[in-house]
């Protein structure tokens, strides 16, 4: 499966760099793109783990820029 | 400003002010006497200045982040306000402040800058349909496009962008299509005429019936392409992004034996000289995020593709748009690409009759046929009847023979006259030639000929000047007409005879023959050459207005079939590179510049700061170019 979501108040280049990489460590990850210029994260990832993983990647991305908010669509 | 911008931007002068008070303060009241109520004095515009960013830096470590440009902040003013409780050390205490003054000012540029740039991406993408207009009992109701499904007949109403692609039921308008193409000549749609999605109307009141839901109608195609070109990154980004992993962590390095290694060695001891070297240490952490590259030089690309996309030209991904930059040889299809793809009556000579009467009797003939020649003749001329037309036969490779009007007609090449024991001959000419015979007395010949596209010579002499040195016809037609059209447009050379699967051994010959750092484009209309868009560097495809194939197969879609476009193309890309060239090499030579001179002391910690956001902010607006 793969979603967009939208990210609000993502304010710093470097951590979207970050949370990618870090999204894309997590287990069942296909692909993942986070696109600071849109504020886009693309996450495509296996279809029963999906709520799973959107959930790691929710905390990994509180972790790096506790502003950020993933707003799901 | 946003509402957070405007807040920040309040704290920088509330805080400039205090500064300024505690600057006066210090020299004409307290004058040195007592360290702890100088402190006190700095402390107030310190704090209304940095409070956030101290807050984020003691949650980060929290959160594990490290190498935070936060952290990095607070650590580099904390130690320089720390650095005053050292014995005869000169207290730092105003540098602290205005270091991180400087750095939310330039925080505050960053953000409106990204902010600035964000939009007018944003409104280059701002070619989707909110609405689409159907009738419900009767009544016609506003709702959203993704709820409309194939076979639907919706109303668009003028001013209204078509929200999906279909095929006009009624009425008729003018289309401005110059959001998906660039084109800013209206189009126009009538009853029967497929209609893409992203269209504005201009004119009349249309119906549609939609061919393709609203996931894969053309505007929803678009904007996904240029969104996901951001997946397929360029040399320089993914340069970027394996720096910015490892220079961090080396400036702190850096900074931690600058700071503690040197004074070991002092022979004033070693308390004596941590101060300066502390300051030094210091003044590498403030300049140790790589931001302005990891901003700007995707913003350079993005904004390009958006740029290149509002032209009607699709770039899939900044790699192309890099490669494209580094092309000097263009392989193209003929047919589609350098020609109309139309076939046209060019020439016609007549032995006996009139030469519309010869036309108009082959035409007949020919009208029941569906070939290309056969449909070329007969938009030759008007009011074509086939009424008189009997006993057609077609002559596979040879032609047609009927019966028009009592008279036995043939109509064909060469090898049917000779068949039918008619003498002729074959004119030296370029194109297709038709025979024409009645009753056994030959008549004459109509030549058939695929029209240059009129703007195909410019567009080529301007690749020309572009430093373009090769440019190649790939075509299925007879060596003489390929060379004759090659002469026309002015190409360097051409390969013919080639059926399609030959094009792209002809393709990678042409690219075996050179050195690997030069590029090669091929341009094709999707048809047929998908293999060939495919293998080649870079692949353009174009009029892909509607042709998925084309879209799926290119790398690089030009929306309408404006052949011109190439240079405009290659223009963008050399000047997105060149943006990014600048921008790596100024913000890693300011950077590099000023750790050195810190290394030796020469450079104040707010010149740091201008090295750190000032670059940042200065190769924003210089990749914000590429948008334009």
């Known amino acids: 499966m793969k979603k967009v979501f939208r990210l609000e108040e993502l304010d710093c280049a470097h951590c979207a760099q970050k949370m990618e990489d870090g999204i894309r460590k997590l287990d069942g990850v296909i692909n993942v793109q986070v696109n600071f210029l849109s504020q886009k994260l693309t996450l495509e990832a296996a279809d029963e783990r999906f709520d799973e993983i959107l959930k790691d990647a929710k905390k990994i991305i509180k972790k790096i820029e506790p502003d950020c908010t993933l707003i799901e669509k | ?628």
């Not at chain 2, 929290?62 to 607070?74: H, P, R, S, T």
């Not at chain 2, 080649?536 to 690089?556: C, F, K, N, P, T």
């Open chain 2, 1 to 628: 400003m946003s509402k957070k911008q405007r807040k920040t931007l309040f704290r920088i002068i509330l805080s400039a002010v205090l500064l300024i008070a505690a600057v006066l303060v210090d020299k004409t009241l307290i004058k040195g006497q007592s360290l702890w109520l100088t402190l006190a004095v700095y402390l107030v515009p310190y704090f209304i200045i940095g409070y956030d960013v101290l807050h984020n830096a003691v949650r980060n470590i929290i959160n594990g982040q490290v190498f935070d440009e936060n952290l990095l902040m607070a650590v580099a003013t904390v130690g320089a306000i720390c650095i005053g409780f050292f014995p005869e050390a000169e207290p730092q205490y105003p540098e602290a402040v205005f270091v991180m003054l400087f750095y939310q000012t330039g925080e505050l540029f960053q953000s409106i800058a990204v902010g600035k740039s964000r939009r007018s991406i944003s409104a280059l993408m701002d070619i989707c349909p909110d609405v689409a207009v159907i009738e419900r009992d009767g009544q016609l109701i506003e709702t959203d496009p993704d709820e409309i499904s194939v076979g639907d007949v919706i109303t668009v109403r003028v001013g209204d962008r078509i929200p999906l692609d279909g095929v006009v039921t009624s009425g008729s308008s003018s289309l401005d299509t110059s959001a998906l193409t660039g084109e800013s000549q209206p189009r126009t749609a009538k009853v029967g005429d497929t209609v893409y999605s992203g269209c504005i109307n201009l004119s009349g009141v249309l119906t549609v019936e939609v061919t393709k839901p609203f996931g894969e109608s053309t505007v929803s195609r678009i904007l996904e392409l240029v969104e996901t070109s951001g997946a397929n990154k360029s040399r320089s980004e993914n340069f970027i992004t394996k720096f910015a992993r490892v220079y961090t962590p080396a400036v702190v390095l850096a900074a931690a034996v600058l700071a503690f290694l040197p004074p070991l060695f002092s022979s004033a001891g070693y308390l004596a000289t941590l101060p300066d070297w502390l300051i030094r240490a210091l003044t590498f952490l403030v300049i140790s995020c790589p931001c302005a590259l990891v901003i700007s030089v995707p913003l350079s690309f993005f904004g390009a593709i958006g740029g290149a996309s509002k032209k009607g030209i699709l770039i899939k991904g900044s790699n192309y748009l890099e490669t494209l930059a580094q092309v000097d040889t263009f392989v193209f299809d003929k047919t589609g690409t350098l020609t109309k793809g139309t076939f046209a009556v060019t020439e016609i000579k007549s032995e006996t009759e009139a030469q519309d009467e010869l036309l108009r009797l082959a035409a007949k003939t020919e009208s029941h046929s569906t070939h290309p020649i056969a449909v070329a003749l007969r938009s030759a001329c008007q009011n074509v009847t086939s009424t008189d037309v009997t006993e057609v036969r077609e002559i596979a490779g040879h032609g047609i023979s009927a019966n028009v009007n009592g008279h036995t007609v043939l109509c064909g090449n060469l090898k049917l006259m000779n068949s039918n024991g008619i003498t002729a001959s074959e004119p030296d000419i370029v194109g297709t030639v038709v025979h024409v015979a009645r009753n056994g007395e030959y008549l004459g010949y109509i030549v058939i000929s695929d029209e240059i596209k009129p703007a195909a010579g410019v567009a080529i002499s301007e690749l020309k000047t572009l430093g373009i040195t090769d440019t190649v016809m790939l075509t299925g037609d007879r060596q003489a007409t390929a060379e004759s059209i090659t002469k026309a447009i002015g190409l360097d050379r051409c390969f013919s005879d080639l059926l399609p699967e030959d094009k792209v051994t002809a393709l990678e010959r042409i690219m075996s023959d050179k050195q690997p750092h030069r590029k090669t484009a091929f341009v094709g209309d999707g048809i047929n050459d998908a293999p060939v868009l495919m293998r080649a560097d870079v692949g353009i495809a174009m009029g892909a207005l509607g042709s998925d194939a084309a879209i799926e197969a290119a790398d690089i879609v030009l929306m309408d079939d404006d052949i011109k476009k190439l240079s405009t193309a290659i223009l963008m890309a050399r000047k997105t590179i060149a943006i990014v060239r600048q921008n790596i090499a100024f913000a890693l030579g300011v950077k590099a510049a000023v750790l050195i001179l810190s290394i030796f002391g020469f450079t104040p910690m707010w010149l740091a700061v201008f090295a750190d956001v000032g670059v940042a902010v200065i190769a924003i607006l210089n990749a914000m170019r590429t948008l334009r």
